[in-house]
């Protein structure tokens, strides 16, 4: 018979903290953190955060593939579109469960971003 598991035994999977622009911006300047692009491919090659990598929501069993990801202990913030967006709170879920132990989300995303006229790449 399958019984539930409660969080406490599990460890509880914490939420990932949300993130403002001001706060991404100060951690993007810091080259120590990875930002996770959770958009699909096409949105990713047509712009984003510089040094992102791209981990859609479908891909998340794919981490292990990404070198950057390598590193569980390293500091990672996950950004979708923007806020109404739930892919990069999907991914940073994924992360966590996966055992990153620092993993964050970019509420404001690429669209919050790149109105910023923040630095973008394709």
């Avoid at 300047?29 to 984003?48: C, I, M, N, T, Y």
């Avoid at 891909?59 to 990069?88: F, N, Q, T, W």
């Avoid at 709170?89 to 995303?109: D, E, N, P, R, T």
């Amino acid at each position: 018979m399958l019984r539930a598991i409660s969080s406490s035994s599990w460890g509880g999977f914490r939420e990932p903290e949300l993130l403002e622009f001001r706060a991404v911006l100060r951690a993007w300047k810091d080259s120590a953190v990875l930002f996770v692009d959770a958009r699909e491919p096409a949105f990713f090659e047509e712009g984003h955060i510089p040094r992102s990598v791209n981990l859609p929501r479908d891909s998340i069993l794919r981490e292990k593939s990404i070198r950057e990801l390598s590193d569980k202990a390293r500091p990672v913030i996950v950004y979708c579109s923007d806020e109404d967006c739930d892919d990069g709170k999907i991914v940073a879920k994924g992360l966590l469960a996966l055992g990153h132990s620092q993993v964050s989300v970019y509420a404001g995303g690429w669209e919050e971003w790149a109105a910023s006229g923040s630095p973008t790449e394709k």
